[in-house]
């Protein structure tokens, strides 16, 4: 990693020392809050860059996964998040790409040191694409409308547009930040719960910003269930 002018336009940033201090948190993120896998077992996250251990991860199992289940389907039976305002469902999406973009700096490095890019494509490229792919989603819930199909005059045929329940997203390891936001988006949009698995090769930017959603300088009331 190369010395690269910090995103402000600030003095170029040393981020062999940044990735010296990095200590990513390897903790799984259920019901609001973060734990250890239930069994207790972890895994090691390697850097590719340098063979290096950069996390040790949770390595959740079944019992995990139907813990996850059950949390999901009770937030969105409360109606917390899937019975919200459009208007609502707007800001907080918003405020979330708007806090992908204060963490910029933070996620590129994650990203890099997670998959051996060069901290310039993953401040150019991933970081803003995945605060816009979020901004997409933000801006397309209240402008998207239900319809009354076309039928013969004695039916009424109408399509609208409702949250499914909880929506299970597997992201694969290559760009894993970027695909992240391509399940979170749509599936938070619509009012959905939302259950994220990230590669076991690449997990720690779907963790970072599931901690929760970045919101360690954001108010409680932005927390998505």
């Known amino acids: 990693m190369n010395d690269y002018t910090a995103q402000d336009g600030r003095k170029p940033i040393d981020w062999h020392a940044r990735a010296r201090a990095f200590r990513p948190d390897g903790q799984m993120l259920v019901d609001g809050r973060r734990r250890p896998a239930a069994s207790g077992a972890t895994f090691d996250c390697v850097s590719p ?116 329940g909880v929506v299970g997203a597997i992201v694969p390891w290559n760009f894993p930040l970027i695909m992240a936001a391509w399940k979170i988006g749509p599936a938070l949009a619509a009012g959905n719960s939302l259950i994220l698995k990230p590669s076991e090769k690449s997990p720690l930017t779907a963790i970072r910003i599931a901690a929760p959603l970045l919101l360690d300088d954001a108010n409680t009331d932005l927390i998505i269930p």
């Not at 390595?59 to 995990?64: I, L, N, Q, T």
């Open 49 to 164: 860059i340098d063979g290096q251990l950069t996390a040790r991860v949770a390595a959740g199992d079944a019992a995990d996964i139907e813990g996850a289940v059950a949390a999901a389907r009770r937030a969105f039976d409360s109606g917390a998040w899937s019975r919200t305002a459009p208007r609502h469902r707007k800001q907080v999406l918003l405020r979330f790409a708007g806090l992908l973009r204060a963490h910029g700096e933070e996620l590129a490095l994650t990203e890099t040191l997670d998959m051996g890019k060069p901290i310039s494509d993953s401040l150019a490229v991933d970081v803003p694409a995945t605060a816009n792919c979020i901004q997409w989603y933000a801006e397309s819930i209240d402008k998207l409308y239900d319809e009354v199909a076309p039928t013969d005059p004695g039916t009424l045929a109408l399509v609208t547009r409702e949250p499914l």
